[in-house]
């Protein structure tokens, strides 16, 4: 298996600077402008496009106007746009931030899809905005031809924005290069809770400047703070070059509301005048579902889910998990019983439904949060799943047992665990040999991460279910800068030949720091 980056065709470089020369004549918007304080004119998409939860024959694509504007999706099999299938997609306006999605359906399978967004004034239908490109790859139908997606967390965090005198978030242009299938983005998206200064003081006596916002000066409480977050990315080029470039698989974790956040808690916190977290996560969910492309989350406004298998192909489903909508609330994790969990009732049995049914050679299970990392929240509580005791199952570890020994059970070939969130990149090696709970078959768990904020020292390890650390990458102190320490990110290679999975965990760099290679058609590896 080949361990260097694909070359892309001539078609899809082409469309590649086509859609840089689009971004730089699409100059964003000032700095926290409301599209209804645009100037008068044409419907701009200045924030670029987007694409979501790609299969072998669907996508999603995504686009935000300055304006009201019908969304108009054109595809074609080359970059020529000769041979074009027009889309009529949604009105954007206010009700959804001026953003939205339109589906393609019935596309060719493994192929490279080309397309372009064009925005019209609704009331004059001539009067159009500049086209956007972007490009991605459907996923194969066939066994033999090879699967490659990147995966981390953790943006604009801790303190740590974009950076303009770094070149902003650098880490994206070095995953666009190593051009994946998709992305998978395993949650803290955003930083809503994490307010950006102009510029923090490192401890040599450099200095790290920010581009800040309206909205990214205080905690988010209000829709259009949480919204502010989730536009604040995108005013990084790098961001918007790589989403043109190639789709992503996205779930979100705490950040995206508040830090270490739980259904029906009632916040402590000087900073917000809105203390009820429900209250706030619903606001930070319609922000979400706006800013990015979700199959589950078709409908503004309306309920959906983010827990979902994006089939890709024959070599690999990827089941996204929301280990944060669901579970109860934050403790010291010591319950004999715990029917809610991390997941909630009906999540597991989904996600037991859904492992027992795919056919895929590879099932990645994208957490958002580890599984054996001991993750604290304040001095007696637990926010991940395991709390520290090395014995047998407790709290929420019962439901995490309870899937473990199914997958044994009904012999589910090839799980692999995949997760960000704490900041630092390691792998896990869990066995029943050295676990308190033994009634489950040997898995890996990777974790890769932070994308664009603060590195932060290595977790310790619960002997629940027996996890090795062997392997680790982190800082020796906390909140340590881009500046300072690498970012991280890893990398998923399946070979249609063999249909082995390689994993690499890469530095920002172009560094490999660790690679396993993992057999198919194994219950346990």
Not at 200 to 228: C, F, H, M, Q
Not at 237 to 257: C, G, I, K, S, Y
Not at 432 to 460: H, I, M, Q, T, Y
């Amino acid at each position: 298996m080949s361990h260097s980056p694909r070359r892309p065709s001539p078609d899809r470089r082409s469309v590649l600077r086509g859609t840089v020369a689009a971004s730089a004549a699409l100059a964003l918007p000032a700095v926290g402008a409301a599209p209804a304080l645009a100037l008068s004119g044409r419907p701009r998409a200045a924030w670029g496009v987007q694409t979501g939860d790609v299969t072998t024959s669907s996508g999603l694509v995504w686009v935000r106007s300055d304006r009201p504007a019908r969304m108009i999706v054109e595809t074609s099999a080359t970059d020529s746009f000769r041979r074009t299938q027009r889309l009529h997609g949604p009105l954007l306006g206010p009700g959804t931030d001026f953003t939205g999605t339109t589906p393609l359906r019935g596309l060719p399978p493994g192929e490279q899809i080309h397309y372009r967004v064009t925005l019209a004034d609704p009331d004059d239908p001539r009067r159009t905005g500049e086209p956007v490109c972007g490009t991605f790859r459907t996923a194969p139908a066939r066994r033999r031809q090879d699967v490659r997606f990147l995966w981390s967390g953790d943006i604009a965090g801790q303190g740590w924005g974009i950076n303009p005198d770094v070149g902003g978030f650098r880490a994206y242009e070095e995953m666009q290069r190593l051009d994946p299938d998709f992305f998978l983005c395993s949650g803290d998206t955003v930083y809503a809770d994490g307010p950006l200064s102009p510029s923090v003081t490192l401890p040599d006596g450099r200095v790290w400047r920010n581009i800040t916002t309206e909205e990214k000066s205080k905690v988010a409480e209000t829709l259009g703070e949480y919204r502010g977050n989730f536009r604040y990315n995108l005013l990084d080029d790098n961001v918007r070059r790589f989403n043109a470039q190639l789709p992503t698989v996205v779930q979100w974790d705490d950040h995206e509301v508040r830090n270490n956040w739980y259904p029906g808690q009632i916040f402590d916190d000087a900073r917000y005048t809105e203390k009820n977290a429900d209250v706030l996560a619903s606001r930070a969910m319609q922000a979400f579902s706006e800013y990015f492309p979700v199959s589950t989350l078709p409908a503004r406004g309306q309920d959906g889910r983010l827990h979902r298998v994006v089939r890709y192909g024959p070599l690999l489903d990827v089941f996204v998990l929301d280990m944060r909508s669901y579970r109860n609330a934050n403790s010291p994790g010591r319950q004999a019983d715990d029917e809610q969990g991390i997941l909630g009732a009906e999540q597991l049995a989904w996600l037991k439904r859904e492992l027992a049914r795919s056919r895929a050679v590879w099932k990645v299970i994208a957490a958002d949060m580890p599984l054996g990392l001991v993750v604290p929240d304040g001095a007696t509580n637990f926010e991940a799943i395991a709390q520290g005791d090395p014995g047998a199952p407790l709290g929420r570890e019962l439901q995490i047992a309870e899937l473990l020994r199914f997958v044994k059970h009904r012999r589910i070939t090839g799980t692999l665990w995949l997760t960000a969130d704490v900041h630092y990149t390691s792998a896990q090696h869990y066995t029943p040999e050295r676990a308190a709970f033994k009634d489950f078959a040997p898995f890996w768990e990777f974790v890769s991460g932070p994308l664009a904020a603060g590195g932060f020292p290595a977790n310790a390890l619960d002997g629940t279910f027996g996890p090795e650390r062997v392997f680790v990458r982190a800082p020796n102190r906390a909140n340590v800068s881009p500046m300072e320490s690498p970012q991280y990110f890893g990398e998923v290679d399946i070979d249609g030949g063999s249909g082995e999975l390689t994993v690499r965990l890469r530095a920002e760099g172009g560094t490999v720091l660790f690679s396993k290679v993992l057999q198919p058609g194994l219950v346990g590896q």
